[in-house]
């Protein structure tokens, strides 16, 4: 009797067990109760953007999402504009952010809504909505919040456009935003390209940030290579070693990639053979240098190639305006003498310039 009765202690404690393990499931995260958030600052307002006050900042504002489960990772936001009737089908991405606000300043606003396609001096009647959400990888935790209206002025701006822009500090430089370059989003997409250097003797870690200073969204490094986490506490961005990079960076789908690029000058009077190699200013945002003694001939040209060869080249445009594109043209250059060259990605297209010494 003993036996047996030991046995069922055993059979009855292996089954208690089995049901304790049973019951502790995870969590499961119900969208029904989700609680989205709601735009609070601006709303039914004609804002009247204006090249006197273009240094002012609009602040928009909106309330917290609320998930039905605690310890979630942070919650980030995408603040979205359209016009009406657009649906947000093709929407402006303006902010990509882990707070609930977001400030823009008046030029800024005023450039990416033209980038955008709204003329200058032109008013669109404009909807705003704010998308929560807690992975980034799926969409299934997106929760939108409702439409709000307002109605937008543009104006036509007296000095050169100011386009949408992320700063990139990192070991390179001293972790200092102020002083760092920039990538750029020339059209409002929410797309920020740009050319970076990354001299030797450093870590080559950094991250982009959305103002020039760490007080508002920075961009560091995602649990799945090539993505971006706008939390704090996100681990540093890197990239494999010395040398100029073109950066893109999707703040949509909080994506970035990067491309080795050591642009250098080729031309006739170098038989088309050997580059010499472009410098990088980090204060002027540019690729340059000064070539002496260029030999006096006829129709001389020449071309910008990355990584001394001729996958990726750029020539000019037909008509040559300034800008540059893929495969274009040769590049005609007045004869002899002491020239500087110029590359610049701060432009929509790549652009170029040559200066006489």
């Given at each position: 009797?003993?036996?047996?009765?030991?046995?069922?202690?055993?059979?009855?404690?292996?089954?208690?067990?089995?049901s304790?393990?049973?019951?502790?499931?995870?969590?499961?995260?119900?969208?029904?109760?989700?609680?989205?958030?709601?735009?609070?600052?601006?709303?039914?307002?004609?804002?009247?953007?204006?090249?006197?006050?273009?240094?002012?900042?609009?602040?928009?504002?909106?309330?917290?999402?609320?998930?039905?489960?605690?310890?979630?990772?942070?919650?980030?936001?995408?603040?979205?504009?359209?016009?009406?009737?657009?649906?947000?089908?093709?929407?402006?991405?303006?902010?990509?952010?882990?707070?609930?606000?977001?400030?823009?300043?008046?030029?800024?606003?005023?450039?990416?809504?033209?980038?955008?396609?709204?003329?200058?001096?032109?008013?669109?009647?404009?909807e705003?909505?704010?998308?929560?959400?807690?992975n980034?990888?799926?969409?299934?935790?997106?929760?939108?919040?409702?439409?709000?209206?307002?109605?937008?002025?543009?104006?036509?701006?007296?000095?050169?456009?100011?386009?949408?822009?992320?700063?990139?500090?990192?070991?390179?430089?001293?972790?200092?935003?102020?002083?760092?370059?920039?990538?750029?989003?020339f059209?409002?997409d929410?797309?920020?390209?740009?050319?970076v250097?990354?001299?030797?003797?450093?870590?080559?870690?950094?991250?982009?940030?959305?103002?020039?200073?760490?007080?508002?969204t920075?961009?560091?490094?995602?649990?799945?290579?090539?993505?971006?986490?706008?939390?704090?506490?996100?681990?540093?961005?890197?990239?494999?070693?010395?040398?100029?990079?073109?950066?893109?960076?999707?703040?949509?789908?909080?994506?970035?990639?990067?491309?080795?690029?050591?642009?250098?000058?080729?031309?006739?009077?170098?038989a088309?053979?050997?580059?010499i190699?472009?410098?990088?200013d980090?204060?002027e945002?540019?690729?340059?240098?000064?070539?002496?003694?260029?030999?006096?001939?006829?129709?001389?040209?020449?071309?910008?190639r990355?990584?001394?060869?001729?996958?990726?080249?750029?020539?000019?445009?037909?008509?040559?305006?300034?800008?540059?594109?893929?495969?274009?043209?040769?590049?005609?250059?007045?004869?002899?003498?002491?020239?500087?060259?110029?590359?610049?990605f701060?432009?929509?297209?790549?652009?170029?310039?040559?200066?006489?010494n």
């Open positions: 009797m003993k036996k047996i009765s030991i046995l069922l202690l055993v059979i009855f404690g292996i089954g208690l067990i089995s304790c393990k049973k019951e502790l499931k995870e969590p499961v995260l119900n969208m029904n109760l989700t609680k989205s958030a709601a735009i609070t600052a601006p709303l039914d307002q004609h804002i009247v953007l204006r090249d006197s006050i273009a240094d002012s900042a609009i602040n928009f504002t909106w309330s917290a999402a609320e998930y039905d489960l605690t310890n979630l990772e942070t919650i980030k936001y995408l603040l979205q504009m359209d016009t009406i009737g657009g649906n947000f089908n093709s929407p402006m991405e303006l902010a990509s952010t882990t707070e609930l606000s977001f400030s823009i300043t008046v030029a800024n606003l005023n450039s990416r809504l033209i980038a955008y396609g709204i003329p200058a001096d032109s008013t669109r009647n404009t705003f909505r704010v998308i929560s959400f807690i980034n990888e799926t969409s299934y935790t997106d929760a939108e919040s409702g439409i709000t209206s307002n109605t937008l002025t543009t104006y036509q701006s007296e000095g050169p456009v100011e386009y949408a822009k992320l700063w990139v500090p990192g070991d390179y430089q001293g972790w200092s935003p102020a002083d760092a370059p920039n990538v750029f989003d059209d409002g929410g797309i920020y390209t740009g050319y250097y990354f001299p030797e003797g450093g870590t080559f870690e950094f991250k982009f940030t959305s103002d020039p200073d760490w007080d508002h920075n961009y560091g490094a995602g649990a799945v290579e090539g993505t971006l986490d706008t939390d704090p506490g996100a681990g540093n961005l890197i990239v494999p070693g010395m040398g100029g990079y073109f950066l893109t960076v999707d703040i949509n789908a909080l994506t970035w990639t990067y491309e080795l690029q050591n642009w250098g000058v080729i031309g006739e009077w170098l088309w053979e050997e580059d190699d472009l410098i990088y980090p204060t945002q540019h690729l340059s240098v000064t070539v002496e003694n260029i030999p006096a001939a006829d129709n001389q040209r020449f071309k910008f990355a990584n001394d060869a001729w996958d990726l080249n750029l020539g000019a445009k037909d008509p040559d305006d300034g800008t540059l594109v893929a495969g274009g043209a040769d590049i005609p250059i007045p004869d002899g003498g002491t020239l500087t060259f110029i590359l610049r701060t432009t929509p297209d790549p652009s170029y310039e040559v200066i006489e």
